[in-house]
């Protein structure tokens, strides 16, 4: 299974590795294990370096985000291999983050042992899968009642979602996310990070981007990857002062893929210990809870607390000082 997990990571690592380069304040790292004698590629890493703004401010919140990975094959080799990857990559990156975090999208007890060795210490983590293999009725019969209300009263008041048509467009995605971010008082990413995603994916189809309109306004919008049938939930954003937006356009592409793909993946639901609103919106969409959790390596203890002052700052004042999570 990992062996078909790494031929399968691969060539989304190469796409990535094109997204992030042409994204500001983002720094790819790709690095593969390979056996010498046959070439076999036996350990992939595509990571990026985030940061939210050039000099100083970078300096105190780059942080490294390895996405659904590393990646390696089955056995003994593929551990050993991954464990020698791990270690070149520190070294590599060379104290130009203050931490790396592995999120994973898949279960790592086969890796969990020697992850913490290293020093990755394990949190839990959420998320809820929702098969699409399937007619969308049988996806409808098992939202919980309150979210259908919320659907069937957002088409009542005539929400409308339908597919960006040009990349002019992203403006609209991009401007109602960034909304929802500074209400919740957290960090985005610039605007180059789906443009490069349009520009680097829409051809190939692995991406999607939607928007709901009321009346000719722009109320809400999201983003979705997909890859071999997987369709990762990226980004989100609705006007806060009208209700069942996120309803609509979740339930619009839910009954789009249906049929058509394997698994839609919300994307994170937070530490099952921890308060998350969004986590009870997603639950009720009837997908299955699982916990694959996720991995944090911190690099320099003293720049983090700084990074982890600066965001209590934001949050507090809602200044813009962009500190990333």
């Given at each position: 299974?990992?062996?078909?997990?790494?031929?399968?990571?691969?060539?989304?690592?190469?796409?990535?590795?094109?997204?992030?380069?042409?994204?500001?304040?983002?720094?790819?790292?790709?690095?593969?294990?390979?056996?010498?004698?046959?070439?076999?590629?036996?350990?992939?890493?595509?990571?990026?370096?985030?940061?939210?703004?050039?000099?100083?401010?970078?300096?105190?919140?780059?942080?490294?985000?390895?996405?659904?990975?590393?990646?390696?094959?089955?056995?003994?080799?593929?551990?050993?291999?991954?464990?020698?990857?791990?270690?070149?990559?520190?070294?590599?990156?060379?104290?130009?983050?203050?931490?790396?975090?592995?999120?994973?999208?898949?279960?790592?007890?086969?890796?969990?042992?020697?992850?913490?060795?290293?020093?990755?210490?394990?949190?839990?983590?959420?998320?809820?899968?929702?098969?699409?293999?399937?007619?969308?009725?049988?996806?409808?019969?098992?939202?919980?009642?309150?979210?259908?209300?919320?659907?069937?009263?957002?088409?009542?008041?005539?929400?409308?979602?339908?597919?960006?048509?040009?990349?002019?467009?992203?403006?609209?995605?991009?401007?109602?996310?960034?909304?929802?971010?500074?209400?919740?008082?957290?960090?985005?990413?610039?605007?180059?990070?789906?443009?490069?995603?349009?520009?680097?994916?829409?051809?190939?189809?692995?991406?999607d981007f939607y928007l709901a309109t009321l009346e000719g306004e722009v109320v809400g919008s999201r983003v979705v990857l997909k890859y071999k049938g997987q369709v990762h939930d990226w980004y989100a954003g609705s006007k806060q002062?009208?209700?069942?937006?996120?309803?609509?356009?979740?339930?619009?592409?839910?009954?789009?893929?249906?049929?058509?793909?394997?698994?839609?993946?919300?994307?994170?639901?937070?530490?099952?210990?921890?308060?998350?609103?969004?986590?009870?919106?997603?639950?009720?969409?009837?997908g299955e809870e699982v916990n694959y959790g996720r991995y944090k390596k911190i690099h320099s203890r003293a720049r983090e607390e700084i990074m982890?002052?600066?965001?209590?700052?934001?949050?507090?004042?809602?200044?813009?000082?962009?500190?990333?999570?």
């Amino acid at each position: 299974m990992r062996d078909c997990l790494l031929s399968r990571g691969l060539g989304d690592v190469y796409k990535r590795q094109d997204v992030y380069r042409s994204t500001k304040n983002y720094e790819p790292i790709s690095l593969a294990a390979v056996e010498p004698e046959s070439g076999e590629i036996l350990a992939v890493l595509q990571a990026v370096i985030i940061r939210d703004a050039p000099g100083f401010v970078g300096s105190i919140s780059s942080r490294s985000i390895i996405n659904n990975g590393p990646l390696f094959v089955e056995g003994k080799k593929g551990l050993e291999a991954l464990e020698k990857l791990l270690n070149y990559y520190e070294k590599f990156l060379h104290n130009r983050a203050i931490y790396t975090q592995i999120r994973n999208l898949w279960d790592t007890e086969n890796s969990k042992g020697m992850l913490e060795s290293l020093g990755y210490q394990y949190e839990p983590h959420l998320n809820y899968l929702i098969d699409l293999n399937r007619p969308a009725e049988k996806i409808w019969g098992d939202i919980h009642k309150p979210r259908r209300k919320g659907i069937n009263r957002a088409e009542k008041v005539g929400i409308q979602v339908r597919k960006i048509e040009t990349r002019d467009e992203i403006k609209d995605c991009y401007k109602v996310i960034e909304e929802t971010y500074k209400n919740v008082r957290l960090p985005l990413a610039d605007i180059s990070l789906l443009e490069s995603a349009y520009d680097k994916l829409s051809d190939k189809r692995l991406i999607d981007f939607y928007l709901a309109t009321l009346e000719g306004e722009v109320v809400g919008s999201r983003v979705v990857l997909k890859y071999k049938g997987q369709v990762h939930d990226w980004y989100a954003g609705s006007k806060q002062e009208i209700n069942y937006v996120n309803e609509a356009v979740v339930w619009h592409m839910l009954s789009e893929y249906a049929g058509k793909e394997k698994v839609f993946d919300f994307g994170g639901a937070g530490h099952p210990d921890k308060p998350y609103g969004v986590r009870e919106f997603k639950k009720r969409f009837g997908g299955e809870e699982v916990n694959y959790g996720r991995y944090k390596k911190i690099h320099s203890r003293a720049r983090e607390e700084i990074m982890k002052s600066g965001l209590k700052v934001y949050k507090t004042v809602g200044k813009y000082v962009h500190i990333g999570i």
